[in-house]
């Protein structure tokens, strides 16, 4: 019966902090690039990458700073070395602990070198 008691209280703690973290991610933009490509064209192609760019907020009302799409676009063309991105994904992750919360941006898509048009 000891046994059970002490195993008990442990999995009663999980349990509770479980209800109190949660996590939601939500889709924020789809895009064909990250710059406007009609006047350029593509000279490499550098393979996919991602970015993000994060804030922390206590009990969901005061935030410090706001998650930058752009940072996090800037962040993902600088780990392949490109200039632009093409089938940009972008979504947002909030995550909540017991009194403080994370929200990140992340952004999916694929590094290019692009040139102006002769």
């Given at each position: 019966m000891n046994t059970v008691k002490?195993?008990?209280?442990?999995?009663?703690?999980?349990v509770?902090?479980?209800?109190?973290?949660s996590c939601i991610t939500t889709p924020v933009c789809f895009a064909p690039?990250?710059?406007?490509v009609t006047s350029?064209?593509?000279v490499q192609k550098l393979?996919?990458?991602?970015?993000s760019d994060s804030t922390w907020s206590f009990l969901g009302l005061w935030m410090w700073g706001r998650p930058d799409i752009e940072a996090a676009m800037k962040e993902a063309q600088q780990k392949k070395g490109?200039?632009?991105?093409?089938?940009?994904?972008?979504?947002?992750?909030?995550?909540?602990f017991v009194l403080v919360g994370v929200t990140t941006v992340n952004v999916e898509g694929e590094a290019v070198r692009v040139t102006e048009r002769p």
């Open positions: 002490k195993i008990f209280f442990p999995v009663t703690v999980c509770l902090l479980s209800f109190t973290m690039s990250s710059t406007p350029k064209s593509v393979g996919k990458t991602e970015g490109g200039n632009a991105l093409v089938d940009v994904r972008c979504y947002r992750t909030f995550r909540w």
